[in-house]
């Protein structure tokens, strides 16, 4: 299948390694603190909230963030007058570990619907599966214990087949098994029709350009219109 044969250059295999320096990363989750922040405050009582938290597949990497998917998210919801603010909380570089440590400071305000987008730094750097799905866990109980009626979505990943064939597989199979133990929605892979095709990727073969945002729009759209339209 194609999008297992997902293979970016090896010198970015990490996503943390994506350019960002500790100074960037300071900037952009004060950046992120700051969003936060203002819809808390500027949102009426009676609008929901989505909020994206993931990595730099979220944060949109190498475009403007208008351009990434949560935007083009945003610019459905707003043409079809839907009473919801959208929050993008994608932090380039991000693990599940690292979003389990911030996860308290982005639950600033009541949320709706929760997108969870986070593990493919975890896939790319090994780090062992029951890992990832344990942070992945905890971040899901924490959204719950705090928005006890919260709709969470959850993004399937996938890895490049140079990880081994049997991490390989119990990667990709830690995200519907989540879902199903935890009743959530699942988009089965977030690059579906993305991953792999050179002329839907940024030079570094992981990020897609703003013509391959437009297709993961579309995968994101398919699980979240029923969560937005009948809640």
Not at 81 to 107: C, F, P
Request: some cysteine; hydrophobic content about 40%; glycine content about 8%.
């Amino acid at each position: 299948m194609r999008n297992l044969l997902y293979l970016p250059f090896l010198t970015l295999l990490i996503l943390t390694s994506c350019g960002e320096t500790a100074k960037e990363e300071k900037e952009a989750e004060a950046e992120i603190t700051s969003e936060v922040e203002n819809e808390a405050e500027n949102s009426e009582e009676d609008r929901n909230t989505i909020l994206f938290f993931g990595d730099s597949l979220t944060a949109a990497m190498g475009l403007d963030p208008a351009e990434g998917y949560p935007a083009e998210i945003k610019k459905i919801i707003d043409s079809l007058g839907l009473n919801y603010e959208v929050v993008n909380a994608g932090l380039s570089g991000e693990t599940t570990a690292a979003g389990k440590n911030r996860i308290d400071w982005v639950l600033n305000q009541d949320v709706d619907v929760f997108v969870l987008a986070l593990g493919a730094n975890d896939g790319l750097r090994g780090i062992p599966v029951e890992e990832t799905r344990k942070n992945l866990q905890e971040i899901i109980d924490a959204v719950r214990e705090k928005n006890p009626d919260v709709q969470i979505v959850l993004a399937g990943m996938q890895i490049p087949p140079n990880m081994g064939p049997e991490y390989t597989t119990d990667f990709r199979e830690i995200f519907p098994q989540l879902a199903e133990e935890n009743d959530i929605y699942l988009i089965p892979f977030l690059l579906e029709g993305v991953a792999g095709d050179p002329n839907l990727n940024q030079q570094d073969g992981i990020h897609p350009t703003a013509e391959g945002y437009d297709i993961v729009a579309q995968n994101v759209w398919e699980v979240l219109e029923p969560v937005v339209t009948t809640k």
